[in-house]
C-alpha cells in the first residue's frame, strides 16, 4: 500500500491492518479475529456490497447488536465510499420507517431476530434495495467475494454520519468530514490523548504500539462513543473487546479478568452503578490489569467516581464529554488516591471549545456567567437532510464557525469548563433556571436512590417547579422531604425537587442516557409527593 497519506478511515485501517496482521484485533463472544482476517471479511462484504449496486456516496444501514459484522460493516462501506448508518436496535416499526427513509439508506445489513421489523418497515422505503441478515446468509455473501481489495481511491472528505439518540427530538444524523471525524472523534492517533494529534498521516503508523493492550467499550456500537472508542484503539494496534447482547455487570468483569483489559470504558450511571453493585454484592473481582476507567457520551457522578477508586485504587478515573457534534471536547481524570471532591469540572481538549455568552462574546474566567458550551476548527458539516437545524446549530460569529449544542456551562478560574447540562431540558422555575443534570448528580449521592431523572413540570405559581424521577434502591423507599435535605447540602435551594415521582425503572437509551420525554411524561402523569 505504501505510505499514508491522507486521513480517510478505510485507507487508516488498511495501513494499520497491514503492518500488525498476526495480532488479534477484535474479541466479541466466542469470535476472536485478527487484524488479517477482520480486513478479509470487510473487504469481501464490501465487493458484496458493490454486487448488489451500492455505490460511492451511498448508505448502508447497520441494524445491529454489537458482534465483528458490524466493525465489517463500517469497514466495508468505508472501503468502497459508502457511508455507514447506525441504527438503534431497540426503534420499532414507526421509528425504523423514520430512520429509514431520513437517511436515504439503500441496503440493510441486520440480525435475524429483527427480521420481522425489517419486513414491517423496510418495504414502505423505497430507496432500500437491498438486505442481508447476519449469519448463514451473511457468511455466504462474504465466501461467495474475494478478499483482496482493489475499490477506488478515496479522500479524507469522504463523509462520516452519526445518528444521534433522539432522546429530546427525532434522531438527527450529524455529517463530518472523514478527516476532521478522525482528529475530533477517534483521537487524532492519541486515544488516551496523552501525546496531542498527529501532525501528518504517515505519524499514524509510527505510534503502533509494541506491546499488548486491551480496550474494552462496553456501549453498543449504535452508540457514537464506541465507534470511536473501537477505531482510535484499532488504529494503534490494541485489541477490542466487545460486549455481545445485553450488558451484563458479572459478565463485564469476567471479560476484564480473562481478556487483561487495560482500559474500561463506560456510559456514565446507568452502566457505572451495576457495574458498582455487582462487585459489592459478588467482588472483589480480579481487575489488576485495569490501570484507567472512563466514561463518555454521560457524566459519571462524583460517588461513583469516589466509589471505583475505592474498589480500584491504582487506576485513573477519567470522565469525558462530548457529542455527535462536537467530538471529544474535554475530560476530567481523576488520579489515583485523589478524590472527585464532588466537582465535574473538564480540561478541554486543544483550543477550539470555549463557552459563549448570549451575546457572543467569549465567558471570561471565574465571572460566573452561565453561557453555551461551543466549538470551532474541525466540526461536522451539519445534520443529514436537516438544513433549518443546520442553520440553527452550526453558526458564524465574526467571520467563525462555531457548532453551538445547548450544553450550558460556565469557565472557573482556572479555564476548566463546568457543565450544567442542556439548555433545552432545562427548567424555569421562578425566573431561575435549574440544569437537571446537576440536581440528578446531588439526589443520587443519596444512599437510597438508585437511579434519577429531572424535569420541570407545570405550575400555576412558579410556571415550573423541578420533579425528580426516582427509582429507588431495592428494598429501599424514598420521601421527598428526605431527598430534600440531602441535595440541600450540595446545591442551591431553589434547584431541589419540590416534587416526586417514584418509578420501577427510570427508562434509558440503550447506551444509558436519560429519556427526557419519557421523564416528562411520568411526571406529569404520575402521581406526585
Known amino acids: ?155 479524507g472528505d469522504d463523509p ?75 488504529y494503534c494496534g490494541a485489541r477490542v473487546v466487545l460486549t455481545p447482547g445485553s450488558f451484563d455487570p458479572s459478565a463485564v468483569w469476567a471479560t476484564v479478568a480473562r481478556e487483561n483489559v487495560n482500559t474500561l470504558i463506560m456510559v456514565g450511571d446507568a452502566m457505572a452503578r451495576p457495574l458498582v453493585d455487582d462487585w459489592e454484592a459478588n467482588g472483589p473481582y480480579e481487575v489488576s490489569s485495569l490501570y484507567a476507567l472512563g466514561s463518555g457520551g454521560a457524566p459519571l457522578s462524583a460517588y461513583l467516581k469516589d466509589r471505583f477508586h475505592e474498589m480500584m485504587p491504582d487506576a485513573m478515573i477519567t470522565d469525558g464529554f462530548g457529542s455527535s457534534e462536537t467530538g471529544a471536547q474535554g475530560s476530567q481524570r481523576i488520579q489515583p488516591g485523589v478524590e472527585s471532591k464532588g466537582l465535574t469540572s473538564f480540561q478541554r481538549l486543544g483550543t477550539g471549545t470555549t463557552v459563549l455568552a448570549e451575546d457572543g462574546t467569549e465567558v471570561q474566567p471565574g465571572s460566573g456567567v452561565i453561557g453555551r458550551l461551543a466549538l470551532s476548527g474541525r466540526i461536522p458539516l451539519g445534520y443529514h437532510n436537516d438544513p433549518a437545524k443546520t442553520a440553527e446549530t452550526f453558526v458564524e460569529v465574526d467571520g467563525r464557525r462555531w457548532v453551538i449544542t445547548g450544553d450550558m456551562a460556565t469557565v472557573e478560574e482556572d479555564g476548566a469548563i463546568t457543565l450544567f447540562g442542556r439548555g ?45 424521577v426516582i427509582q429507588p434502591v431495592a428494598g429501599a423507599s424514598v420521601r421527598l422531604d428526605d431527598l430534600v435535605a440531602h441535595a440541600r447540602s450540595s446545591i442551591a435551594g431553589y434547584k431541589v425537587p419540590r416534587r416526586l415521582v417514584v418509578v420501577p425503572e427510570v427508562v434509558r437509551s440503550p447506551v444509558g442516557k436519560a429519556d427526557y420525554r419519557w421523564a416528562k411524561t411520568v411526571a406529569s402523569e404520575g402521581d406526585a409527593s
Open 1 to 155: 500500500m505504501g505510505d499514508l497519506s491522507n486521513y480517510n478511515l478505510a485507507d487508516i485501517w488498511e495501513a494499520v491492518a497491514e503492518r500488525v496482521a498476526d495480532r488479534v484485533a477484535v474479541i466479541c463472544g466466542e469470535r476472536r479475529l485478527t487484524y488479517a482476517e477482520l480486513e478479509s471479511r470487510a473487504n469481501r462484504l464490501a465487493h458484496h456490497l458493490l454486487s448488489v449496486g451500492v455505490a460511492a456516496g451511498d448508505h448502508v444501514g447497520l441494524y445491529l447488536m454489537n458482534g465483528t459484522e458490524y466493525l465489517e460493516g463500517m469497514l466495508a462501506a468505508f472501503k468502497i465510499r459508502a457511508v455507514p448508518i447506525n441504527v438503534n436496535f431497540r426503534y420499532v416499526a414507526d421509528e425504523l420507517r423514520y430512520l429509514f427513509d431520513d437517511s436515504g439508506i439503500v441496503a440493510l445489513i441486520h440480525n435475524p431476530e429483527f427480521a420481522d421489523r425489517v419486513a414491517e418497515a423496510a418495504p414502505s422505503v423505497p430507496a432500500i434495495r437491498h438486505t442481508l441478515a447476519t449469519g448463514a446468509d451473511y457468511e455466504a455473501a462474504l465466501a461467495a467475494q474475494p478478499a483482496d481489495r482493489g475499490f477506488p481511491e478515496r479522500s
Open 424 to 468: 433545552s431540558v432545562s427548567i424555569n422555575t421562578g425566573g431561575e433556571k435549574v440544569y437537571p443534570e446537576e440536581v440528578e448528580s446531588a439526589l443520587k449521592s443519596h444512599p437510597d436512590v438508585y437511579d434519577a431523572v429531572v424535569v420541570g413540570v407545570a405550575d400555576p405559581r412558579w410556571g415550573e417547579v423541578v420533579c425528580a
Open 160 to 234: 462520516y454520519i452519526i445518528y444521534t439518540g433522539g432522546t429530546t427530538g427525532m434522531p438527527k444524523g450529524v455529517v463530518w468530514r472523514q478527516e476532521d471525524a478522525f482528529f475530533a472523534c477517534v483521537g487524532g492517533g492519541d486515544p488516551m490523548r496523552l501525546q496531542g494529534p498527529v501532525e501528518q498521516p504517515s505519524e499514524i503508523l509510527d505510534r503502533i504500539i509494541d506491546f499488548e493492550f486491551c480496550a474494552y467499550p462496553l456501549a453498543p456500537l449504535i452508540h457514537a462513543a464506541a465507534q470511536w472508542t473501537t477505531l482510535s484503539w484499532l
